[in-house]
């Protein structure tokens, strides 16, 4: 007979009567809690002559040692069972699919959800600071961030564990700076001295002095946040232009940029003031931008739209008006987004979140017959490399979006590189594609 509330209701008197009358109990309390605590609960369900009792996974190796060693001193020998995942855990269905279970997480995210005491629940997010030394991030589920030594690779304000033995960490961890509801990205602004951590429960940014933080870090009495910025529902997170004057703040609940100046004064801080709050909902109906990017040469920032199976890039002058909108396949889920630039061109790449299908990349190269022969060349080795036979269903890669930088001569084009059967036939895709072949054919004919 299972019993889960009446040894809580009625006593251990139930499960006495209950053995007495020849019943096998399974006892279904789900114990947890620190490994001695445990071998005491379990020994003393023991003495009680259930057969089968359960234990919660998610207590731990050591805890479960502990159970299982109780279990057999004892005369009746009770079968343990782990519960791993609870059927009532209830993540929100809205993205990002936050947790809303007080800090208990099931154990199918268990290694980057699992509380430890102290130190980071749900890590998000790895910043650079702008001279490469220290590295930010943030604990959603903890309500802080962490700063990372870049140069020794350790955690600033982790102390010696003297009680460390070899299954436990060295180093006491530090419970970082705590901030608010569900920090999302710290990015550093462009002079390094503050750090902007989105703080998306709370529709604000934290601004924080980055000198005060490692001091407060390092034991100093005092806080390092200079302020707390309104912003808009659902804050994601906040990107400066190159020159650092700008800040962009984008949102996962409305479709909305709101832009800020940031007036640094002559300490370097930030005295914020907001100048505009563009309207995106032509290219991110549901309201999700989780993150964004300015371009190397500072011309423009890139967005990526999750829900919207889509990119899109404005430009940071002037009005920032739109300049392209790039749709994806649908269950794409662009994420995030970075450039690479050289004498080759400029490449844009795009991570996916959800669709196995071997990623986008998105192409922008100058209008220039040298580069665009560089760049077919390059898709036609690429494309016809083993990746593309790695899948017996599908292309193994998704289409290549092409545009310009300069000028944007031509909207944005598809083009699935599967589908070229041959140099020549390439050739004529890309020629069409770009709407004049005088542009290939010197250079293809030399291949």
């Not at 989105?198 to 940014?205: A, F, Q």
């Not at 500072?298 to 829900?307: A, Y």
Request: hydrophobic fraction near 40%.
């Amino acid at each position: 007979m299972k019993l889960c509330n009446s040894p809580t209701k009625q006593g251990p008197q139930v499960v006495r009567d209950l053995v007495a009358s020849g019943r096998k109990v399974f006892l279904d309390l789900k114990f947890h809690d620190i490994p001695n605590t445990v071998a005491h609960a379990v020994a003393e369900a023991a003495k009680l002559k259930v057969s089968m009792l359960t234990v919660h996974a998610s207590g731990g190796l050591k805890m479960l040692k502990a159970a299982a060693e109780a279990a057999n001193s004892s005369t009746s020998k009770p079968l343990i069972l782990a519960v791993t995942v609870l059927t009532s855990f209830d993540e929100d269905p809205r993205p990002p699919f936050r947790y809303v279970t007080g800090g208990v997480a099931p154990t199918h995210a268990a290694m980057i959800h699992k509380p430890l005491y102290h130190g980071c629940i749900d890590a998000h997010g790895a910043v650079p600071s702008p001279d490469g030394t220290l590295l930010a991030t943030s604990g959603r589920g903890s309500s802080n961030i962490y700063l990372i030594d870049a140069v020794t690779r350790r955690v600033i304000g982790n102390a010696p564990n003297p009680a460390a033995s070899e299954t436990t960490s060295a180093e006491r961890l530090s419970s970082g700076i705590l901030l608010g509801r569900e920090p999302h990205e710290p990015t550093f602004t462009r002079n390094g001295k503050e750090l902007w951590v989105t703080l998306r429960g709370e529709d604000r940014i934290a601004i924080l002095d980055v000198a005060q933080a490692l001091r407060h870090l390092r034991g100093a009495d005092l806080s390092p946040v200079r302020q707390r910025l309104p912003t808009l529902d659902g804050t994601a997170q906040a990107w400066f232009d190159r020159e650092g004057t700008l800040a962009f703040v984008a949102s996962q609940k409305v479709p909305r940029i709101d832009v800020f100046r940031v007036n640094a004064g002559a300490d370097g801080h930030s005295r914020p003031e907001r100048i505009t709050t563009l309207d995106i909902s032509a290219q991110d109906k549901p309201g999700f931008t989780p993150f964004m990017k300015t371009t190397p040469d500072g011309q423009e920032v890139w967005f990526s739209h999750k829900l919207a199976d889509a990119v899109s890039c404005r430009s940071t002058r002037g009005s920032f008006d739109l300049i392209d909108n790039v749709p994806l396949d649908t269950g794409a889920r662009p994420n995030h987004v970075e450039f690479v630039a050289n004498a080759r061109g400029s490449v844009a790449y795009a991570s996916l979140a959800r669709v196995d299908d071997g990623g986008w990349m998105i192409q922008r190269t100058r209008r220039n017959g040298a580069d665009l022969a560089v760049h077919a060349n390059r898709l036609w080795r690429f494309f016809n490399s083993a990746l593309r036979h790695t899948r017996t269903s599908g292309p193994a890669l998704a289409p290549i979006v092409y545009s310009w930088l300069a000028g944007r001569g031509a909207p944005a084009t598809r083009l699935d590189p599967h589908a070229a059967r041959s140099v020549q036939e390439m050739r004529r895709r890309l020629g069409a594609l770009l709407r004049d072949e005088r542009l290939f054919h010197e250079r293809i004919e030399q291949w």
